[in-house]
T-cell receptor, first 113, second 117 residues
Framework: KAGVTQTPRYLIKTRGQQVTLSCSPISGHRSVSWYQQTPGQGLQFLFEYFSETQRNKGNFPGRFSGRQFSNSRSEMNVSTLELGDSALYLC????????????FGEGSWLTVV | SQQGEEDPQALSIQEGENATMNCSYKTSINNLQWYRQNSGRGLVHLILIRSNEREKHSGRLRVTLDTSKKSSSLLITASRAADTASYFCATDSLPVNSGGSNYKLTFGKGTLLTVNP
């Protein structure tokens, strides 16, 4: 069974630009969540999607958004990039109910210059 | 805000020794999971322990959970150089307004384990 796939793995953007990151969950998994990891703040929850609906959201500004498609694939978008958005963005998938293991992808490394 | 706090922040041991990492959390949880992260890579799931379980084993891993103390520990026995990584605990607690089908993980800042050959 293929794992969680994230693309792109590495990207460099300029301040003010926007970026879209993609995530394909494990087949059969309907819940997709996103996390931001930085040295200073550690791993922080961004949002979770299930059945194309955002079910839960972390404490991030509105510049961070996401969506989920009918095949459970998900994208997250960051607009008007700031230097502080440089981070490893991790996508995770799981079966719907609490208590199931959450599996992570390898992440997308975003550098904002 | 961080729910889990791992202790110690860094741990250096020799191959063959045991490594123990601790995690404390603040609010009631449904489950607690431990993850490993090699430098620059994604998180690898190690073990999940439910709130009604006290101990769980998986290979060289042993996890305990004490909900009365809001703490968990991860023991890696007979460590290997390949165990060198950061280890995170993550708690799973349903948001107040959830319908029972959505949740999020709250991570600690991790323990950096170095196993010297």
């Amino acid at each position: 069974k293929a794992g969680v796939t994230q693309t792109p793995r590495y990207l460099i953007k300029t301040r003010g630009q926007q970026v879209t990151l993609s995530c394909s969950p494990i087949s059969g998994h309907r819940s997709v969540s996103w996390y931001q990891q930085t040295p200073g703040q550690g791993l922080q929850f961004l949002f979770e999607y299930f059945s194309e609906t955002q079910r839960n959201k972390g404490n991030f500004p509105g510049r961070f958004s996401g969506r989920q498609f009918s095949n459970s694939r998900s994208e997250m978008n960051v607009s008007t990039l700031e230097l502080g958005d440089s981070a490893l963005y991790l996508c995770a998938s799981s079966l719907v109910h609490s208590g199931n293991t959450i599996y992570f992808g390898e992440g997308s490394w975003l550098t904002v210059v | 805000s961080q729910q889990g706090e791992e202790d110690p922040q860094a741990l250096s041991i020799q191959e063959g020794e045991n490594a123990t990492m601790n995690c404390s959390y603040k609010t009631s949880i449904n489950n607690l999971q431990w993850y490993r992260q090699n430098s620059g890579r994604g998180l690898v799931h190690l073990i999940l322990i439910r709130s009604n379980e006290r101990e769980k084993h998986s290979g060289r891993l042993r996890v305990t959970l004490d909900t009365s103390k809001k703490s968990s520990s991860l023991l890696i026995t007979a460590s290997r150089a390949a165990d060198t990584a950061s280890y995170f605990c993550a708690t799973d607690s349903l948001p107040v307004n959830s319908g029972g089908s959505n949740y999020k993980l709250t991570f600690g800042k991790g323990t950096l384990l170095t196993v010297n050959p």
